[in-house]
């Protein structure tokens, strides 16, 4: 097979332009690295054929800085770039501005980024395409007479989201009327800022959802297939920590409804690429459309894993205007897949960030391991990114098999120097609620408050481990480990010893 490009621009950092790296090298297609003064070590620069420094540490100055990445990959006379999630994937200008300087864009069309941008729009084509959607309003709202006559119809609790929003900014849950004016004018306020629109709209809230989403490819001559779904409920603020495919609630004839309107909702905003549909799924397991990604999520791998199909080389195809080279009957789940993301983070103190040198690093591998990472020992964890070090993923035959796999994985990874999520996913794959497959958007804060002794009532089990895991965090505090020498991060590479 002939490469799709000569050669792409990778502009972006991290385990996910070494993913994008990785991709090209195996197609045969040569690699642009772009770096920060900050990231000059960094393995995605390693790694390239080649790399451009584009400037200061700070995003705006570098991974953001549009004009600066555009000049790189006509200097390198790259053919294509790929944006990765984060930084300028979903920047509709972004995207304009590849095409204007006559370079490939390993996405959608800016126009199908800026329809799912736009919440309400979204809301609207999913209707349109009868999928369902929370009840709610299909336009902004006009004034507070207004929301309080659409909050008593839809029925308390009601949740105010932005209309470009997402990420959970500039959305508020509102429990009685007497709530509803201030909520408003806060959420307003907050979108005002965050986008520049202060347009919001209302919805039932639905409790303790569950976040699926459903991961769609579609190609530039009409073909639309969905890959299934991701269960993607264990995370803290809008940061996801654990994802699985499949779902431990969806059933094959949910997976063909989801994933079916998933393909509508791609094709008739006219979709191209790699994207992902996100759906909430409430107690009863009824779905519903919340907002489609217009991007590769950081998520992705679990999804190769189960179908077998390599999601940026799909994308990288794609692009170069192929057409994809099967149909929905062609794809297939096998087994299932496990996702953690090791973050430098430090959970016992609020997640606050961990940067700093990677003094000892032995990660872990064995059969059915994948580990996803940017890092590698004698780095150093820059402070100005977002914190995702790495992603370990695991296939199992089944869930338990993959659970037991990811619990042995985590024990075997080891980093010395700087905190890691590391314990809290461990304590995770050991509890009760994740093994039962009792999942929802609540499952962290629960976690992290299990230490109130309201919530203990509530929620003896966690507490117990919670406690447990406190008195663990306590002994291993009293013996640091000495910041220097050989010996010292040998003994916490051993068993038992500190991931720190
Ligand atoms: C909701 C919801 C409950 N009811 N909408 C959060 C991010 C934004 N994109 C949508 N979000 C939610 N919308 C209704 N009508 C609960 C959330 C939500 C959530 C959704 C997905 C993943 C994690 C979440 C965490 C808290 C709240």
Request: aromatic share 6%; hydrophobic share 45%.
């Amino acid at each position: 097979m002939n490469p799709p490009f000569g050669k792409v621009l990778i502009a972006n950092r991290g385990e996910i332009a070494v993913r994008v790296i990785r991709a090209c090298r195996e197609m045969g297609i040569a690699t642009v690295a772009v770096f920060s003064d900050a990231d000059r070590e960094s393995l995605h620069v390693l790694l390239a054929d080649e790399a451009v420094l584009l400037g200061p540490a700070p995003a705006a100055e570098s991974y953001l800085a549009i004009d600066k990445i555009i000049a790189a990959a006509r200097a390198t006379r790259a053919d294509a770039v790929h944006p990765g999630y984060g930084f300028l994937a979903e920047n509709a200008a972004f995207a304009d501005a590849c095409a204007a300087a006559g370079l490939t864009y390993i996405g959608p069309p800016p126009a199908a980024i800026r329809a799912m941008g736009d919440k309400m729009a979204a809301r609207r084509t999913a209707i349109q395409m009868k999928v369902p959607v929370v009840p709610g309003t299909e336009r902004p709202l006009a004034d507070d007479a207004e929301a309080a006559r659409v909050a008593g119809e839809v029925g308390y609790p009601v949740m105010i989201k932005a209309a470009l929003g997402g990420g959970g900014k500039g959305m508020r849950l509102v429990r009685q009327p007497s709530e509803l004016a201030g909520a408003l004018r806060a959420a307003r306020s907050e979108a005002g800022g965050a986008f520049g629109d202060s347009s919001v709209y209302i919805e039932r809230y639905i409790d303790e959802p569950r976040h699926i989403e459903i991961q769609v490819l579609a190609d530039g001559h009409g073909g639309v297939v969905h890959l299934g779904e991701r269960e993607c409920s264990i995370q803290r603020r809008h940061q996801k920590l654990i994802e699985e495919s499949p779902s431990p609630v969806v059933t094959p004839e949910m997976r063909r409804q989801m994933g079916d309107a998933a393909c509508r909702i791609a094709a008739a905003a006219g979709y191209v690429n790699a994207g992902t549909v996100e759906f909430l799924v409430d107690r009863d397991r009824r779905f519903y459309f919340l907002e489609m990604n217009t991007r590769l999520q950081v998520e992705h791998p679990v999804t190769e894993l189960v179908t077998g199909r390599d999601l940026v080389k799909e994308q990288l195809r794609i692009a170069a205007g192929e057409k994809l080279g099967f149909t929905q009957d062609d794809v297939t789940w096998t087994g299932w897949a496990i996702e953690c993301r090791i973050n430098a983070e430090d959970p016992y103190a609020n997640f606050i960030p961990s940067p700093g040198l990677i003094e000892g690093l032995r990660p872990p591998s064995g059969p059915w391991v994948r580990d996803d990472s940017g890092v590698y020992e004698g780095y150093t964890v820059p402070r100005f990114y977002d914190t995702l070090m790495a992603k370990l993923i695991v296939w199992g035959a089944d869930r338990e098999a993959a659970i037991a796999r990811m619990a042995r994985a985590l024990g075997e990874y080891k980093v010395v120097g700087i905190q890691t999520t590391i314990p809290v996913l461990q304590h995770i794959m050991g509890h009760p609620d994740f093994l039962a497959g009792r999942l929802s958007t609540q499952f962290m804060e629960r976690l992290m408050h299990a230490d109130r002794p309201e919530a203990a009532g509530r929620h003896r089990t966690v507490a117990i481990i919670a406690a447990a895991l406190a008195a663990y965090d306590r002994a291993g505090r009293q013996a640091p480990i000495p910041s220097s020498g050989l010996s010292a991060w040998r003994r916490a590479l051993r068993p038992g010893g500190r991931s720190r």
